[in-house]
């Protein structure tokens, strides 16, 4: 069965740090760009941050440019969001995605309809 797990999130206070981890069970990441998505109550899931499946090329959300940075380890098939400098607008379910990308490519996107697998979501709450 393929799966993505996410895990990490939790309670931070504002100015504080999180590393978000998103592991695939069942298969393995290699030709597979990886997207960060986040969706808050009462909003619209969000791209936050996504992987090209070579790992030449990220890409990021304006409201979270120089605070997070996406990184990849095929060989551990896990890719990392870390969260610096987290505001209380950053509390959200964050959603790491899977998009086959067929080959290794430097695809890269934050539009949810790309991907073709998705973890369960991890809780991130940033507050006081």
């Known amino acids: 069965q393929l799966r993505l797990v996410e895990s990490g999130g939790g309670l931070v206070q504002p100015g504080g740090s999180l590393r978000l981890s998103c592991a695939a069970s069942?298969?393995?990441?290699?030709?597979?760009?990886i997207g960060w998505f986040r969706q808050a109550p009462g909003k619209e899931r969000e791209g936050v941050s996504c992987?090209?499946?070579?790992?030449?090329?990220?890409d990021y959300a304006d409201s979270v440019k120089g605070r997070f940075t996406i990184s990849r380890d095929n060989i551990k098939d896990t890719v990392y969001l870390q969260m610096n400098s987290l505001q209380a607008k950053d509390t959200a379910v964050y959603y790491c995605?899977?998009?086959?990308?067929?080959?290794?490519?430097?695809?890269?996107?934050?539009?949810?309809?790309?991907?073709?697998?998705w973890g369960q979501g991890t809780q991130v709450t940033v507050s006081s």
């Open positions: 069942g298969f393995t990441l290699d030709y597979y760009a």
């Open positions: 992987v090209s499946s070579s790992g030449g090329r990220t």
């Open positions: 995605a899977a998009w086959n990308t067929g080959s290794t490519s430097s695809s890269c996107s934050m539009w949810p309809g790309h991907y073709d697998y």
